[in-house]
């Protein structure tokens, strides 16, 4: 047997997926890890922790199949993205926890150089705006706090990355700093025109280059790794979402998939050239074969499934989250209950970083059900949000069809009602794992396991298509209370 093992690195556990030489899923393993508060809109994560996780997975989906580490052609990873972590060059140990992409302490920061005129320029190079999502001022500010930190990042003793540099680092035993070009293109610190990390942004945040790995395409020898018996070359790195956008196929431009995890990331293939955003999209690189960069326009939402959590962990009034969709479908049709879940600011294309949540339209009969339908309901609002920013950009058609993926695409009644609020059919396919199936593919069609894109595409199978069935007026009244609901959070 010959299998592709993926480490899908999230924001929320690590898991560990074998894929058979038929890139069929033979094996899983999973492992949560702790979440950091430290203060309101911080969100750290331990790497010593993440690491412990990612090993753990490993070693057990490996004893769980019966995979023996010579039977693996190859390791893919794919990672939450932005995360920040800074480490000590010769033992590896992180100088600080880790940033987490949804961490907001770096909000003045970006303040302070919009204010000085600098945001223009950074969207030109990077396609990203200053907003503390993004790495760079995560590092600025590590480097700032944490005593010493920039006096040795400045000696050359401090490496930087974002999670996939970190397990590259630490699977190699030190061997290798690098990572892919979608992960750098989210760092803030990368041009994505000219292929390589821009000095003037690495200056402006006062980021020596000194601590950068170095970038490589999607599909490339990023070192071996002899953690698991013998040695087996890591093949395939990509950010999550563009792993997604890879495992769902989307290959050609006007190609869209959105990922449902704990936020929600829509990317939207635009082929060679990249586009720029008149409606406050990113701009980012989907994905790089062979020296040739592919571009996308990218929404992101913040908060998707951590709503879902919030019902189960704070509200409690869910004990597992597949009961959200059918405590919804319990709900009174009448009422219009509206959440706004800007837990941690709200995304694109609002880009509101110290908003905070807010519920609307409550009455005395509002209940566990309508509160679970607002829920799910809001993350439906926040894709037609990037659905329309995404069109106004693209000049997209109406023919248009989401391909989505995630945990909660496996909701029938959360992707119905998706459908309904965009008014446009929605593709759930065969294979979910498209995140892990996308790092697996990477490192298997490298390894020579597995066709190339053309074959890879032709393996795409749909499971079921979501027509909208909802009324065009109920459609629009429903989304006119959404924008109601987010002007009302955002003046708040």
Known sequence: MTYILAIDQGTTSSRAILFDAQMQRVGTAQQEFTQCFPQEGWVEHDPEEIWDSVLNVSRQVMDKV????????GIGITNQRETTVVWDKTTGKAIHNAIVWQDRRTAEICQRFRDAGCEDDVTAQTGLLLDPYFSGTKVKWILDTVPGARD??????LLFGTIDSFLIWRLTEGQVHATDATNAARTLLFDIHKGNWSAEICDLLDVPLSMLPEVRDCAADFGQTGLFGRTIPILGVAGDQQAATIGQACFQP??????YGTGCFALLNTGTQPVESKNRLLTTIAYQLDGQRTYALEGSIFIAGAAVQWLRDALQIIDSAPQSGELAAQSDPNQHVVLVPAF?????????PDCRGAMFGLTRNSGRAEIAR??????AFQTRDLWHAMQGDWGADAD????VDGGMSASDWAMQGLSDILGAPVDRPVM???????????AGMKAGVYPDQAGFADTWALDQRFEPILPE????????????????????
């Open 66 to 73: 019966g995979a023996s580490a010579d039977q693996i052609a």
């Open 152 to 157: 040795r990042a400045e000696a050359g003793e």
């Open 254 to 259: 006007g190609m869209m998939k959105s990922t």
């Open 344 to 352: 941690t600011g709200l995304g694109a294309p609002y880009w509101k």
């Open 374 to 379: 607002a829920t799910l309901e809001s993350i």
């Open 400 to 403: 248009v069809i989401l391909r």
């Open 432 to 442: 979910q794992e498209t995140t892990a199936l996308g790092a697996a593919w990477l």
């Open 473 to 492: 007026a109920d459609r629009e009244a429903a989304y006119t209370r959404w924008k109601r609901a987010v002007q009302a959070t955002m003046a708040f």
